[in-house]
């Protein structure tokens, strides 16, 4: 059974940094791309990041600021955020990249306030 288990979220000022990581397991982790991706209260669920036979890909919004990276040894994939902004708080999810498995994980929490 696909499990995915995010951590590392919390509250941070403006201007600070969070790294997230993400646990994975039922599933062939290193085959696969996968990407982090994040809902804000009252928008539907976007890709932020991603990580795919060695390449990553960002979303105009956080691109110079936010790195993906993963662990295929520990089937784990990892978020570094800097410069967060308030507009940058949602809860982030870790799943499959491009197709999404059905069941996510609970998510970490991220708020950037002052």
């Known amino acids: 059974q696909v499990q995915l288990v995010e951590s590392g979220g919390g509250l941070v000022q403006p201007g600070g940094s969070l790294r997230l990581s993400c646990a994975a397991s039922?599933?062939?982790?290193?085959?696969?791309?996968m990407g982090w991706y994040r809902q804000a209260p009252g928008k539907q669920r976007e890709l932020v990041a991603s990580?795919?036979?060695?390449?990553?890909n960002y979303a105009d919004s956080v691109k110079g600021r936010f790195t993906i990276s993963r662990d295929n040894a520990k089937n784990t994939v990892s978020l570094q955020m800097n410069s967060l902004k308030p507009e940058d708080t949602a809860v982030y999810y870790c799943?499959?990249?491009?197709?999404?498995?059905?069941?996510w994980g609970q998510g970490t929490q991220v708020t950037v306030s002052s």
């Open positions: 799943n499959r990249f491009p197709i999404p498995y059905k069941n």
């Open positions: 039922g599933f062939s982790f290193s085959i696969y791309g």
């Open positions: 990580i795919s036979g060695g390449r990553t």
